[in-house]
């Protein structure tokens, strides 16, 4: 996992995932930079079995709570393959600012590339319990709600709060637990 002092220990065991844009920078604030990472949340339930039970995208970084038959190998390509795809889709929007930014930020060791998008790790923290795994998940609902851009957690567009509030979300997540 990267150069993070976190590890995912147990592949299968459920997860509380954060990834960062590098240096915090805001990309999240246009509906098709957040498409591309509800599109690979999407992809990775249908095709690698991944279970989401929970997730926020907040403007530069989103928590997620997540497991399957290998979360190392699936947290790695989403992060590969969301990089790349908001690369594609920032320069499809002319982002020219952000994307010096991400250039500009981007690690020394990182010479492989032009940019980089995320920071390193994804600070992996293994759920224990079933109370803790509520903990996470109303840890990451309240987000927005502390951050003062909604009043009720439901209420923000991208993140599954709604699920749990007996809404419909945008992405499916899995509630059949505890």
Same mark, same amino acid.
């Given at each position: ?19 960062t ?57 989403? !992060? *590969?393959?969301? #990089?790349?795809? &908001? $690369?594609?889709? +920032? !320069? *499809?929007?002319? #982002?020219?600012? &952000? $994307?010096?930014? +991400?250039?500009?930020?981007? #690690? ?13 790790g ?18 990451i ?6 951050r ?31």
């Amino acid at each position: 996992m990267g150069r993070s002092r976190y590890n995912i220990h147990d592949p299968k065991a459920i997860h509380f995932l954060t990834c960062t844009v590098v240096n915090w920078l805001p990309v999240f604030t246009r509906p098709a930079t957040v498409d591309v990472v509800l599109d690979s949340f999407r992809y990775l339930q249908s095709s690698r079995g991944l279970r989401l039970y929970g997730y926020v995208i907040l403007e530069n970084h989103l928590h997620w709570v997540a497991s399957s038959d290998d979360l190392v190998r699936d947290v790695k390509n989403f !992060k *590969s393959y969301t #990089a790349k795809q &908001l $690369l594609r889709t +920032l !320069k *499809s929007l002319h #982002a020219g600012t &952000l $994307l010096e930014q +991400l250039a500009f930020y981007k #690690a020394r060791s990182k010479t492989d590339r032009e940019f980089q998008f995320w920071q390193e790790g994804s600070h992996p923290q293994e759920i224990q319990s079933w109370d803790m795994l509520r903990q996470k998940l109303d840890y990451i609902h309240a987000n927005p709600v502390n951050r003062g851009y909604v009043d009720f957690a439901e209420h923000w567009r991208y993140s599954s709060a709604r699920d749990y509030a007996e809404g419909t979300g945008l992405v499916e997540v899995f509630k059949d637990w505890g």
